[in-house]
């Protein structure tokens, strides 16, 4: 994708994180495995979410200073992008303590603003998922468009990926904007 600069109101919320205030949105859902067939496991479930990353742009992208400082950041392609960085196991057996601990931390910004905490079994027998992005990346609908990309309405509906389809656009360095 070529590099769009951020609107006022999504730079604005950059500018008023701070170490005690992140402007992180996050959620937390427990599924249940299938009652017939294998239970997923991390690899199968990390597979499944890396597979639909090519139908999100905005996750795999990053954001980049404007060349002065003058105007509000890009967003730019993730040239090094890599899901293991955004998509982790957890051995957590309580999805509530593991959504203080995900959600007490900021984003690093020197890549894409977002994370996936996968609990593959949680003390219950559930699987739990805990995931957060930057609030100048989504909204309430952005939210849900993720959770349609991620899910399927029913079972053995899935949709085919597009992620090996995806290369990153190089971007000009700073000096060259």
């Not at 905490?117 to 027998?125: E, K, P, Q, S, T």
């Amino acid at each position: 994708m070529p590099p769009e600069r951020l609107s006022a109101l999504d730079a604005s919320f950059l500018a008023v994180e701070s170490p005690s205030a992140h402007m992180h949105v996050g959620w937390a859902a427990t599924f249940a495995p299938p009652a017939d067939g294998p239970r997923p496991d991390f690899d199968a479930l990390f597979a499944h979410i890396a597979g639909r990353l090519g139908r999100a742009p905005r996750f795999r992208q990053r954001i980049a200073p404007d060349a002065l400082g003058l105007n509000a950041p890009l967003w730019i392609d993730a040239e090094d992008f890599d899901p293991a960085d955004h998509i982790h196991r957890s051995a957590a057996e309580d999805l509530a303590q593991l959504a203080d601990a995900v959600l007490s931390e900021p984003l690093p910004r020197d890549r894409p603003l977002w994370e996936f905490w996968i609990a593959d079994r949680l003390a219950d027998g559930s699987i739990g998922l805990v995931g957060k992005a930057h609030h100048c990346m989504v909204d309430g609908l952005a939210a849900v468009e993720l959770g349609t990309l991620l899910l399927d309405a029913a079972p053995g509906t899935a949709r085919a990926s597009r992620s090996g389809c995806w290369r990153a656009t190089r971007w000009r360095s700073r000096a060259r904007r």
